[in-house]
């Protein structure tokens, strides 16, 4: 499985938002994720622990698993917890045999919205 994404993400303050996760195969064709558990982590640091993630969500009812896509929903409550600008995100799977694999990485800012 190879991992392509890796994106920078500006989101709205205090707002929901929502991630489709794909999982391809390395021919790029779609993999079945059937059984697996996906997670969306975000961290002030690199270095932070788990234990010390802003946000660490666990997904285990996926939206189309044997297309290889899951709609990962954060809640604003969740958002709400990121109270500083720059942070990193990860979306990360664990198969069911017990393999991890990155879906997508890279630096989430926070942005203030216009409208409340």
Same mark, same amino acid.
């Given at each position: 499985m190879k991992n392509e994404n890796v994106a920078d993400w500006?989101?709205?303050?205090?707002?929901?938002?929502?991630?489709l996760a794909e999982a391809?195969?390395?021919d790029k064709t779609p993999a079945d994720i059937t059984g697996w558990t996906l997670y969306f982590t975000? @961290?002030?640091?690199?270095?932070d622990t788990d234990a010390n993630a802003k946000i660490l $969500?666990?997904?285990?009812?996926?939206?189309?698993?044997?297309?290889?896509?899951a709609l $990962?929903?954060?809640p604003a409550a969740s958002i709400a917890l990121l109270t500083n600008e720059n942070y990193f995100y990860e979306v990360t799977a664990?198969?069911?045999?017990? @393999?991890?694999?990155?879906?997508? @990485?890279? @630096?989430?800012?926070?942005?203030?919205?216009v409208k409340d």
């Open positions: 500006i989101i709205d303050a205090n707002r929901d938002f929502d991630i391809l195969n390395n975000v @961290k002030e640091s690199l270095t $969500l666990t997904f285990t009812s996926l939206s189309d698993p044997t297309h290889g896509l $990962l929903s954060i664990c198969t069911g045999g017990g @393999k991890n694999y990155t879906l997508g @990485k890279g @630096k989430l800012i926070v942005d203030e919205t």
